[in-house]
């Protein structure tokens, strides 16, 4: 699905990958968990293509195809899709709208006809009830007044509705309370696919209890300096990182 080789970005001159390498196969969860400030957020930015991250060495290959050669929008129509740390509102655009355009982007992208009004509505009504939404967050503009916890419901949603081939998820457990954390959790999970991938990134142990990756990752300082199964994560909540950064730095 996705391969990246030693990859280096500069975020305002400093570089905060410093050769991070990654392969994920169709089908497989992975998880990175790491320190504050180890360059977690970094990484999902640049496989997103925002704007303010340099990409100065390596390689990022998508589907056979170069990842950090394509636009913002080629990426997210070629089925890359993140989900942020910090949802963006966007005042004035209903979220149902934003769905939609979205959706028919990618249609459009890959030859398809538009979706009809009464196919979207019932797509999305049933994604809702999933969610455990009410159907007034529709016609609410994107995230306005939305707290942190409808945020990443909403992240989710889009995700139900677009279907990424990759999702990307960031700290989409911060801020959740254990209610809410199951609900996500269960959006996550029936992402779950033979032809999809899902990359979490996490610093909690406690989203693994949920969602249970094949691969987890420690990130520090630009690098992935470990990687393991799912015991791994106990080992990390129980331990701390210090153990793995001795003799790194
Ligand atoms: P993590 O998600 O692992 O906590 P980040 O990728 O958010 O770490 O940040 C890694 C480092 O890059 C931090 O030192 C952070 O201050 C810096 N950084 C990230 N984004 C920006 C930005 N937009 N402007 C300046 N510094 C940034
Ligand atoms: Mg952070
Ligand atoms: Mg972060």
């Given at each position: 699905m996705i391969e990246i080789k030693d990859l280096h970005a500069k975020v305002e001159g400093r570089?905060?990958?410093?050769?991070l390498n990654l392969t994920i196969n169709p089908g497989e969860i992975h998880a990175i968990m790491g320190p504050n400030g180890a360059g977690k957020s970094t990484l999902s930015a640049v496989l997103a293509g925002r704007e303010g991250y340099e990409v100065t060495g390596g390689s990022v290959t998508f589907e056979g195809q170069d990842?950090?050669?394509?636009e913002v929008e080629e990426r997210a129509c070629a089925g890359l899709m993140l989900a942020f740390q910090y949802p963006v509102e966007i005042p004035g655009v209903k979220n149902v709208y934003l769905l939609k355009a979205a959706l028919n982007a990618q249609r459009k992208a890959r030859g398809e006809p538009e979706i009809e009004a009464p196919a979207f509505m019932q797509l999305v009504r049933e994604k809702l009830k999933f969610m455990k939404m009410d159907n007034s967050f529709l016609h609410?503009?994107?995230?306005?007044?939305?707290s942190g916890g409808e945020k990443k419901r909403n992240e989710i949603l889009q995700m139900l509705v677009l279907e990424p081939k990759l999702a990307i998820l960031d700290e989409?457990?911060?801020?959740?309370?254990i209610d809410a954390l199951k609900v996500v959790a269960e959006g996550v999970n029936s992402l779950r696919a033979a032809n999809r991938s899902i990359l979490m990134i996490t610093h909690?142990?406690?989203?693994l209890d949920y969602i249970v990756p094949d691969f987890i990752h420690v990130l520090a300082d630009g690098q992935i300096i470990k990687s393991g199964d799912k015991s791994l994560a106990l080992e990390l909540e129980e331990k701390g990182y210090d153990w793995l950064l001795e003799g790194t730095a």
């Amino acid at each position: 699905m996705i391969e990246i080789k030693d990859l280096h970005a500069k975020v305002e001159g400093r570089e905060i990958l410093k050769g991070l390498n990654l392969t994920i196969n169709p089908g497989e969860i992975h998880a990175i968990m790491g320190p504050n400030g180890a360059g977690k957020s970094t990484l999902s930015a640049v496989l997103a293509g925002r704007e303010g991250y340099e990409v100065t060495g390596g390689s990022v290959t998508f589907e056979g195809q170069d990842l950090l050669d394509m636009e913002v929008e080629e990426r997210a129509c070629a089925g890359l899709m993140l989900a942020f740390q910090y949802p963006v509102e966007i005042p004035g655009v209903k979220n149902v709208y934003l769905l939609k355009a979205a959706l028919n982007a990618q249609r459009k992208a890959r030859g398809e006809p538009e979706i009809e009004a009464p196919a979207f509505m019932q797509l999305v009504r049933e994604k809702l009830k999933f969610m455990k939404m009410d159907n007034s967050f529709l016609h609410r503009a994107v995230n306005e007044g939305f707290s942190g916890g409808e945020k990443k419901r909403n992240e989710i949603l889009q995700m139900l509705v677009l279907e990424p081939k990759l999702a990307i998820l960031d700290e989409i457990d911060s801020g959740l309370d254990i209610d809410a954390l199951k609900v996500v959790a269960e959006g996550v999970n029936s992402l779950r696919a033979a032809n999809r991938s899902i990359l979490m990134i996490t610093h909690y142990q406690r989203l693994l209890d949920y969602i249970v990756p094949d691969f987890i990752h420690v990130l520090a300082d630009g690098q992935i300096i470990k990687s393991g199964d799912k015991s791994l994560a106990l080992e990390l909540e129980e331990k701390g990182y210090d153990w793995l950064l001795e003799g790194t730095a």
